[in-house]
């Protein structure tokens, strides 16, 4: 049902006109992802097994009912990067302190190459967790009137600021 009305002129000449419907309302957003969680080899399993068992439901009452599995799966097995890489750092720190006082044999080693690639996967992980916040940040602050869109616009004028020209040798300053 599609329903109209006009609200009270403020400052303009001007009456704003509202449309609502009931049947465009979708309710609340069922789970919002971040990148990074999606690179998880665990979620996709975790995704796969909920999915299956959600068979002949509608598409939207799916994604509804996936929604505290992957909270679970986030809170029990991604959630804590920091965590783990400083668990991963302290494991890596201690093996590489035996390293410095003998050599380490062929299973040390490769025990410190994979404490190594983990502790960067991880990294990897909580930059991209950081970079998508940052990037949500500048699509929700960037268009409306506010002092951090202020502090954007004023770094990119300035880095776009020409100071001075060269001629040859010469320096033009304005």
Same mark, same amino acid.
């Given at each position: ?43 996709? %399993? ?15 009452? %799916? ?112």
């Amino acid at each position: 049902m599609l329903s109209t009305y006009c609200k009270d002129r403020a400052f303009s000449n001007h009456y704003s006109v509202v449309l609502s419907s009931s049947q465009l309302s979708w309710g609340p957003i069922p789970f919002r992802s971040l990148d990074c969680s999606l690179t998880e080899p665990s979620f996709i %399993k975790v995704f796969k097994k909920e999915w299956v068992q959600l068979t002949g439901l509608p598409f939207h009452r %799916k994604l509804v009912k996936m929604r505290e599995p992957l909270r679970k799966w986030n809170r029990e097995i991604f959630g804590h990067i920091d965590q783990k890489i400083k668990s991963f750092q302290k494991e890596w720190a201690k093996v590489d302190l035996k390293a410095q006082e003998f050599l380490l044999d062929e299973l040390e080693w490769h025990r410190m190459e994979a404490l190594q690639s983990q502790l960067w996967l991880w990294q990897t992980q909580k930059e991209r967790y950081w970079k998508q916040l940052s990037i949500c940040k500048i699509i929700k602050e960037s268009d409306r009137n506010t002092k951090y869109f202020h502090v954007l616009a004023t770094i990119r004028r300035k880095k776009k600021m020409i100071s001075s020209l060269t001629r040859g040798t010469e320096v033009i300053n304005d």
